[in-house]
T-cell receptor, first 109, second 115 residues
Framework: GQNIDQPTEMTATEGAIVQINCTYQ??????LFWYQQHAGEAPTFLSY??LDGLEEKGRFSSFLSRSKGYSYLLLKELQMKDSASYLC??????????WGAGTKLIIKP | GAVVSQHPSWVICKSGTSVKIECRSL??????MFWYRQFPKQSLMLMAT?????????EQGVEKDKFLINHASLTLSTLTVTSAHPEDSSFYIC???????????FGNGTRLTVT
């Protein structure tokens, strides 16, 4: 079956750095997405990786290793507003989007 | 770019009535739109995949006669919750993408409360 694993919850301190990991086992691979979802709101698109390596976008970076079925989202200079759930999603060989359950990130002052 | 507009943002209706939710891609053409439902503190749950000009594909356990989906154009899909019941109260979110490998962009969601 198809499976995406990410930690259920993480806690970090304001101003620090946090890395949220995602491992996947899917039928084929056509890209990996990271989304941010604040409580009570719809998800917003953060990043897209289809080739191995690191994609940097401001305070957020996303890394992909296709051979390891692994990605991480790196958040730097954490702010209180970064408290949210972070969703990892993979597009399989049929371009179906498979979702992880999300990682709830709690930022403490 | 890549804006998806969803309307209404919230709706309260009486049990037994029907509610229509609209989803529009404002600045791109969406051959495929997706409808999700999310209960409090739970993950997104895909309800159906909507392709322009054809019948929607429903996920297992989702009643197609209760959740009517119409994808009339490349920029508009609608979800109608028919004969709504209190257990249908949830957060409904649409999303759209311009191509198979493109990211999904989400509408702001519709919070449905059935009394």
């Amino acid at each position: 079956g198809q499976n995406i694993d990410q930690p259920t919850e993480m806690t970090a301190t304001e101003g620090a750095i946090v890395q949220i990991n995602c491992t996947y086992q899917t039928s084929g691979f056509n890209g990996l997405f990271w989304y941010q979802q604040h409580a009570g709101e719809a998800p917003t698109f953060l990043s897209y990786n289809v080739l191995d390596g690191l994609e940097e976008k401001g305070r957020f970076s996303s890394f992909l290793s296709r051979s390891k079925g692994y990605s991480y989202l790196l958040l730097k200079e954490l702010q209180m507003k970064d408290s949210a759930s972070y969703l990892c999603a993979v597009t399989d060989s049929n371009y179906q989007l498979i979702w992880g359950a999300g990682t709830k990130l709690i930022i403490k002052p | 770019g890549a804006v998806v507009s969803q309307h209404p943002s919230w709706v309260i209706c009486k049990s037994g009535t029907s509610v229509k939710i609209e989803c529009r891609s404002l600045d791109f053409q969406a051959t495929t739109m997706f409808w999700y439902r999310q209960f409090p503190k739970q993950s997104l749950m895909l309800m159906a995949t909507s392709n322009e000009g054809s019948k929607a594909t429903y996920e297992q356990g989702v009643e197609k006669d209760k959740f009517l989906i119409n994808h009339a154009s490349l920029t508009l899909s609608t979800l109608t919750v028919t004969s709504a019941h209190p257990e249908d109260s949830s957060f409904y979110i649409c999303s759209a993408r311009s191509g198979e490998a493109s990211p999904l962009h989400f509408g702001n969601g519709t919070r449905l409360t059935v009394t």
